[in-house]
């Protein structure tokens, strides 16, 4: 968030004018940001492709209508100091000198500033619902901004079904997350419907990925991969000494498959509280057969 000190440390004796701008700007922004389906579209989108990328999910936060110059959404990913800032119009027509003062051009020029300023690194871009918009930015886009700002066309839907069928980006985003093999379209729309529940029952202040996800677990624990790549090494032995029975983890569950004959994947995500009293329970168990873990497969 933007401080008047970091304002006028920036732009000096302007700053208080910028700060005033910002006030009426956030004000705003929070009216016209209630129920805007396509601002919460794009933050579904950002939160299943933050996931993909594998990034820490406890060091990754989305924010709505924050207090800046381009405000619409921020993700900030804190050890690396990298924050993305996203202004996101879904509108016929845009001009980057849409304003005499405070146009779209002096918002991404003076975030940049900002950021500068302050030791983070900026990731800055507009987007864009119209193709013809987006075409007509790109042509337009103004040299002293060129480098450091990103012109971004996200394809809108009047709901997710429509969103899914239409939008590749986030069709793909949504398969790579969904914990199921070859999902359809109902599961991703299922999916998707968890994420932007999620996402719209927070204050969307500073929501950190973990807690997204956390929260979709508790909802429905099968339709999302987990982020665990292994299982203990206990587990592991007690797998291995059972003669023709296998496993891999995939997507963050356990598959099992004994001898080509049978198989199955365990229903709780690994690391979960659920795994780990599954896992607790087999310890507690004499297991020196397949017969004696059978139970537990199909538990």
């Known amino acids: ?73 921020v993700v900030e990913q804190l050890a690396e100091r990298n924050h993305w800032f996203y202004q996101i119009k879904d509108i016929a027509s845009l001009e980057w000198n849409n304003r005499p ?46 480098t450091f700002v990103k012109v971004v066309n996200f394809r809108p839907a009047t709901s997710l079904n429509n969103l899914i069928r239409d939008n590749a980006n986030i069709r793909e985003e949504l398969i790579k997350m969904c914990a199921l093999e070859n999902p359809s379209s109902d599961k991703l729309n299922t999916l998707a419907a968890i994420l932007l529940g999620v996402w719209d029952s927070t204050d969307k202040k500073k929501v950190s990925l973990k807690e997204v996800l956390d929260r979709c677990y508790n909802i429905s624990p099968h339709y999302i991969k ?34 080509n004959t049978d198989e199955g994947v365990i229903q709780y995500r690994i690391g979960s509280t659920e795994f780990e009293k599954w896992e607790n329970d087999l310890y507690n168990a004499t297991i020196l057969t397949f017969e004696d873990l059978e139970p537990f497969l199909v538990s």
Not at 14 to 32: A, C, D
Not at 126 to 131: C, G, N, P, T
Request: proline letters at 2%; aromatic letters at 14%.
């Open 101 to 146: 003062e405070n146009s779209v051009r002096d918002d991404f020029k003076n975030q940049h500033a900002i950021c500068v300023r302050e030791g983070i690194h900026p990731y800055l871009s507009l987007v864009v619902s119209d193709k013809i918009v987006y075409d007509h930015l790109i042509a337009t886009k103004p040299d002293d901004i060129r």
């Open 226 to 259: 987990g982020f665990s790549r292994r299982i203990s090494k206990g587990l592991e032995e007690i797998i291995k000494s059972i003669n023709g029975l296998d496993y891999k983890v995939e997507g963050g569950f356990l598959k099992w498959n004994f001898r």
């Open 1 to 73: 968030m933007i401080t008047l000190k970091s304002l006028e440390a920036v732009f000096g004796e302007n700053g208080l004018g910028y700060f005033e701008y910002l006030v009426n700007k956030n004000r705003g922004g929070i009216s016209n940001n209630k129920g805007n389906t396509f601002e919460n579209f794009f933050t579904v989108y950002k939160i299943a492709k933050s996931f993909n990328e594998n990034i820490n999910p406890g060091d990754i936060y989305f924010s709505s209508q924050v207090f800046c110059f381009v405000d619409d959404l």
